[in-house]
């Protein structure tokens, strides 16, 4: 007998007629055979007006209380979904988060789940229950009611399916399934038959919010096959699974981030352990940073800027502002008038001129490019807000996103198999909780040189005009940082592997003459990456990663982050013991 784990999010069951119409759903799935595990999300805009609540009686609402309170929205759900459900002749029923059995860590509004026990649940499967579960919400050691963020109820589905080794988890939305990038924004954007676990975890974490990240991250470490498809109609929808739909097309989806912030620190000093006494503080409120670029100074000072959701701004600063002090930083500034539009594709890592493409695109549409990270299947621009959605576009249709890849395989039909043998299950039981960060590999690359061109002016076009330079040149290029600029002013950086140096800098010294920018390099470089799940949105990764190489007194050159892997740059003969001091660090959290 199969078992099923169905989720039907806000707007499923935003009334009464869809609460009846999910029931209907959860029943059809049993007469077919299926034990059936329904997890809700709160009707329709219920949370929100929960926070406007909360906020009318308290503008800085604890957040004890505020999970105590949001909580209440999947409560009334899953009731009326079980009402609905005996209604209709069949037998089920709710339960909270607590009554699963979902524990989660004391992070009110950002809990992990550490554990789910199954027993009562199977117990209530076996007698022919449809069981109907509280999406986004657990307890913690002391009985506090804890919620997993915004959209967690996808994370509750999904570990549930996990832990029960359901067949697949399904999970039911107001879209068709996953597009190439939100169908709300542009209209050309195309339904996915297949998506890769790693494509569409980076993709949720840089903005596209029909899945829950951690979601993802469950999915990936248990092996569960996802399907993301409509409540509203019969269409097969996508399918999340290891396999990527196109192994040829270097691009999969492009995502932003509206509410992005920037924060930069103006002439910080330059050496090692500064990135740790800078972002440790951050970590510790569970903020999780993206984009981290610096560029150096002459004088031995850098700038960092980084970004931050816009909602952890206010408490980002608060944690800068004293490490600015005593770190003796010329200032601080910031900045959330800011979009960060990415396109991500497992087929990047392998192919030239993807980012030249990219950059090209945005200056055709006059987009001004004020940061650039990349890794190694995704690349992050921030954007003035106002100029986001036209990058987006143009973006889009230059990575021709709207088409169907040649080699896509043919469309499933909805049904799943489950690959046989995951051991993932075990390889988690060594981790304190199931949702705790899984480092997959350390790795270290000594072939890489790094090209900086400091002075280039500020303006739409000057990244595609070197990257397309380059390309023409067949270097291929790995990682790429553009600092934020000072007084019209920004830094590119590019590492490439050693053999191309010289064929970078011969075009490096002539895009940037013309500029009035100066080249400069170094050729004896190293990566250092950490490769795993979940890695970004596990706040405290890359700080493991500065304090291990500041205790060895090892400076970071280059940083860049993704939901797979991080990568620091640093001096080639700091190498090997960068890599010793990664992988001790890491030790407890290895597969
Ligand atoms: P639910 O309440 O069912 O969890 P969400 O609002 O969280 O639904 O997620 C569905 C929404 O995600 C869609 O309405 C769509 O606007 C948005 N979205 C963003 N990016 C994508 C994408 N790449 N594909 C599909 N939908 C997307
Ligand atoms: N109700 C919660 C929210 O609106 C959880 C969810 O819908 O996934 O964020
Ligand atoms: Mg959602």
Redesign the pocket.
Known sequence: MGLIVQK?????VADPEKIQAAARKAIRAQQQGNRVVVVV?AMGHQTDELIRLAHQVNPRPPAREMDMLLSTGEQVSVALMAMAVQAMGYQAISLTGAQVGIRTDSIFSKARIRSISTQRVQQLLNQGQIVIAAGFQGIDENYNITTLGR?G??TTAVALAAVLGADQCE?????D?????????LPE?RLMDYVSYDEMLE?ASL?????HSRAIEFGKKFDVPIHVRS?FSDIPGTLITTEPESRTRPVT?A?WVRNEARVTLRGVPDRPGVSLALFAPIAQRNIAVDMIVQNVGADGRADISFTVPHADLEAALEAVEQTARELGAQGVDSNNQVAKLSVVGLGMARQTGVARRMFQALAQAGVNILMITTSEIKISVLVPEEQGLAALRAVHQAFRLHEKPEDAPPPHQGKVQRRGSSNAVAVVEHLRGMEDLLVESVELDDTQSRVTLAGVPDRPGVAAQVFDALGQQGVFVDMIVQSFGREGLASLSFTVNQQDLAAALRVAQQVAQPLGARVSHAEQMAKLSVTGVGMRSHAGVAIRMFEALARQKINIDMTSTSEVRINVVVAREDGSRGLAALREAFADAMA
């Open positions: 039907f999010g806000g707007t499923s999300s959209g109820s996808d999970i039911y939305t107001d879209v399934g996953v597009y190439t990038t939100d169908p709300r924004l954007a993709l903005g596209a919010g029909v899945m409540s989806g995502a």
